[in-house]
């Protein structure tokens, strides 16, 4: 886990790197970076699973690269480790597509018979689909003639209508291209979305009620509560913190209300109770749903409560792989709540980490966590399975407001 002083790998720059296998992924990586971060061999399909490596790049800041496995990859095994790249593009913010003498000679002759980009079309239309911006790049070039390259970058510009960077692992030639055109394709929303600023401005007063339970025991704090507390400083806020049993005491030492006062969302109807009637409420879970997600999709789908019967199967998504907990929201007081409203023969299906059904049919809602662990390019490719699959996806702080009568009681 991140060190406090450390930016967590979810709010960091995603960067994948794809390509054939022995196309000098990783030993571009490693140019890049100045790191030896990867591990190279001249042997193909030396990287298996996608390998995340945070770090900071000049120029840009916090990045994770993605150092995938070749998009090639044969058998059974091979295809396995095929579809987890494909996973990647879910989380990549920007897209490298490494080409290399591989495609330009033929493995039995070692001679140029004309460029092969066949796969890597298909991987930038995959590219293209998830709405990831890309740059091509050639690299081994120090083993490629001046005539064969030449005529592999015409065909490229033409048929990909990108001009290819030209690159060496070996000397570094083209590196600082690279950075240049990774800063250029920056998304436009990189490093200017913050968690509160929507909903505070410079000089309010924020209090916040930190839960007491499992999930946070005693003497640490969770990673959505250091995040919402670091920006909300940034955003020049006075921040006070409290326990859900001495946030009476707080506000009463104030001279007056706080301005807006932010709460786990498992407490969400007892703090609205005590809360004075000045100080607007939010819950961390749903800044992270706006700050992560879609939050206008999920305010819309979390009516699909109403919807469901003893018939009915919701799908709970949590982005942290953890044993359940007695207390856990998302596996035993979600459902508990939405049981008793609804019947005992409501069923649920779990699912945690990167397993996420790709057919979401047999469900009628969705609901997932603020999924801090997560980047928002993730959460959206969710949300946008979900929205093409017409099945209504919301979030665990939404479906709690709303199940505590306050949906509309609350700031987003």
């Known amino acids: 886990m991140a060190g406090l002083n ?16 022995n196309n000098g992924k990783s030993s571009l990586i490693n140019a890049i970076t100045g790191q030896n971060i990867s591990l190279v061999s001249d042997f193909a399909g030396t990287t ?14 916090p990045v994770v690269f993605i150092d995938t496995a070749g998009f090639d990859d044969e058998g059974e095994l091979g295809q396995m480790r095929v579809e987890r790249t494909l996973d990647a593009v879910n989380k990549t913010d920007i897209a490298i597509v490494v080409l290399s003498d591989e495609n330009i000679l033929t ?11 066949e796969i890597e079309k298909e991987w930038i239309s995959n590219l293209k689909k998830a709405k990831v911006p890309y740059l091509v790049v ?24 990108i001009k290819p960077i030209l690159t060496s692992a070996v000397d570094k030639k083209g590196v600082e291209l690279i950075r240049e055109e990774l800063i250029r394709l920056l998304p436009e929303e990189y490093s200017m979305r913050s968690i509160t600023g ?9 209090l916040l009620v930190m839960p007491q339970d499992i999930q946070a025991p005693k003497g640490r704090l969770i990673l959505p509560q250091v995040q919402t507390i670091r920006d909300l400083l940034d955003n020049k806020c006075l921040v006070l913190c409290s326990t859900a049993d001495t946030m009476e005491a707080m506000i009463s030492k104030l001279v007056s209300p706080p301005d ?11 703090v609205y109770n005590k809360k004075p009637k000045e100080s607007r409420l939010t819950s961390f879970s749903v800044l992270f749903a706006d700050f992560k997600g879609d939050i206008e999709y999920y305010r819309e789908s979390v009516k699909a409560i109403e919807n469901l019967t003893e018939n009915s199967r919701v799908l709970i998504a949590e982005a942290c792989t953890h044993a359940p907990l007695e207390e856990d929201i998302g596996r035993v007081k979600i459902p508990n709540r939405l049981r008793k409203k609804i019947g005992e023969g409501l069923t649920f299906d779990i699912v945690a980490g990167r397993d996420f059904p790709k057919d979401l049919s047999k469900y009628d809602l969705i609901i997932h966590c603020g999924g801090c662990m ?8 969710r949300i946008e399975a979900a929205k093409e699959q017409k099945i209504p996806m919301t979030n665990y702080g939404v479906v709690m407001a709303y199940l505590a009568g306050i949906i509309d009681k609350i700031d987003f």
């Open 48 to 61: 298996t699973d996608p390998v995340y490596k945070s770090m900071e790049l000049h120029g840009i800041g």
């Open 138 to 161: 050639i690299n081994k070039i120090d083993k490629i003639s001046n005539e064969n390259l030449q005529s592999s970058v015409e065909k490229i510009s033409d048929e990909l209508k």
């Open 260 to 270: 807006l006062i932010i709460t786990d969302s498992q407490i969400f109807g007892e």
């Open 6 to 21: 450390e930016t967590p790998r979810a709010e960091r720059l995603h960067i994948g790197i794809y390509g054939r296998r």
């Open 374 to 381: 997560f980047n928002r390019k993730y959460v959206l490719s």
């Open 198 to 206: 929507k909903i505070v401005k410079d000089g309010d007063t924020v």
């Open 107 to 117: 493995k039995e002759e070692k001679m140029f018979k004309g460029l092969d980009i």
